[in-house]
């Protein structure tokens, strides 16, 4: 069989990488499904499940139709919907909220990488449902009063232009540094409330890994999450600014694992990506020089954290290998 339209080596990589992500969410919302608070949020899973299901099966239509194998993502083996409640107090649709933050972002990138009609649709209509479900997901924190919102400042009545360099200075011995402009304000406030909601989110997976080692990876990032809530809330209080984190998300007391080792670490490999992306675009996007220092460091912090994550999920057997070229110089040398 000649296909007229093979999809290409950056396609199939993207498409390989939506598999593993839509299938692990997946599988977070079979659980957290089970264990809603209240209708209206088991409503917006359950929705979101039938959505994110149909675009998994045209994935796999295009993994068939190319005579690609089918990538073993995560399965119901990797979940056990009867396990106690892990989280409590709105934690559901919190979490759901960022993924779909880094769902908006992997989208853009991977569309960027397609040429194929069929898989730019896939993307198109992925975005579609991760932009509405994002905004039902913030309306129903809001309502319940589960999602704190960035500070409110002076409405700006005139436009001014930066006149000197001293405006990127925050690194002074002496003499006060300049108030935060609005947009540094915002990166900080979504960085702390992202740090926050992952903070929680590590902490349940601490309380239940059975392995040893992810089980001290977990309690390693919540806190690297803490130092880096910490440094946020310091430049932002130099401001005379009050940090406020969401009041919901508890953690219950369960050490009973509703999700696989191999879920969990996946989960925060996805995570540490975002993070990363995150600590970058607030180091160009602050103006004030200790501010991008400052995430500079916590990036570091992150990388080192994500490789040793990595490692962990090789020694394992949890890292499903990407699909690759092929190896001329190991074909030729076999040919010999």
Same mark, same amino acid.
């Given at each position: ?12 990589? *993207?498409?390989?990488?939506?598999? $593993? ?38 994935? @796999? !239509?295009?993994?068939?139709? $190319? ?9 119901? @083996? ?20 960022? %993924? ?5 972002? %992997?989208? *853009?990138?991977? &569309? ?44 700006? !009545? ?12 925050? &690194?002074?011995?002496? #003499? ?26 590590? *902490?349940?997976?601490?309380? +239940?890994?059975?392995?040893? @080692?992810? !089980? ?6 919540? @806190? ?20 406020? %984190? ?5 953690? *219950? ?7 696989? =080792?191999?879920?969990?670490?996946? +989960? ?40 040793? #994550? ?16 092929? =190896? ?9």
């Amino acid at each position: 069989m000649v296909l007229i339209n093979p999809i290409s080596s950056s396609e199939i990589g *993207t498409l390989w990488q939506t598999y $593993q992500e839509k299938t692990l969410i997946m599988r977070f919302l079979e659980y957290f499904i089970q264990k809603a608070d209240d209708q209206e949020s088991r409503n917006l899973l359950g929705g979101l499940w039938q959505e994110l299901n149909f675009y998994v099966k045209e994935m @796999e !239509k295009v993994f068939d139709e $190319q005579g690609m194998v089918k990538p073993v993502g995560f399965t119901s @083996e990797d979940v056990n919907i009867e396990a106690p409640k892990l989280y409590d107090n709105g934690f559901d649709i919190m979490f759901v909220r960022v %993924l779909k933050q880094v769902s908006m972002g %992997l989208y *853009t990138l991977n &569309m960027n990488m397609s040429y194929n009609n069929r898989v730019m649709a896939i993307y198109e209509g992925l975005t579609t449902i991760t932009q509405k479900i994002y905004k039902l997901a913030t309306m129903y924190l809001l309502e319940k009063g589960l999602l704190s919102q960035p500070p409110k400042v002076t409405m700006p !009545k005139t436009t001014e232009f930066i006149e000197s360099k001293k405006y990127m200075k925050g &690194m002074k011995l002496f #003499g006060d540094k300049r108030a935060l402009n609005d947009l540094e304000i915002g990166i900080l406030h979504h960085n702390l409330e992202s740090n926050n909601i992952g903070m929680k989110l590590i *902490t349940g997976f601490a309380q +239940c890994a059975r392995n040893k @080692e992810a !089980k001290q990876y977990f309690v390693q990032g919540k @806190e690297l999450a803490k130092k880096q809530m910490k440094m946020m809330e310091k430049i932002l209080r130099e401001s005379d600014i009050t940090p406020v %984190l969401s009041p919901g998300g508890t953690v *219950t007391t369960s050490t009973v694992p509703p999700f696989s =080792d191999k879920l969990m670490m996946h +989960c925060i490999y996805i995570l540490n990506g975002f993070g990363l992306v995150g600590a970058g675009s607030g180091s160009f996007f602050s103006l004030r020089n200790d501010i991008s220092m400052k995430s500079i460091l916590l990036a570091k912090d992150v990388f080192f954290y994500a490789q040793e #994550g990595i490692e962990i999920k090789i020694k394992n057997g949890w890292f499903e290998e990407p699909p690759q070229m092929e =190896d001329r110089a190991a074909i030729i040398k076999k040919g010999q």
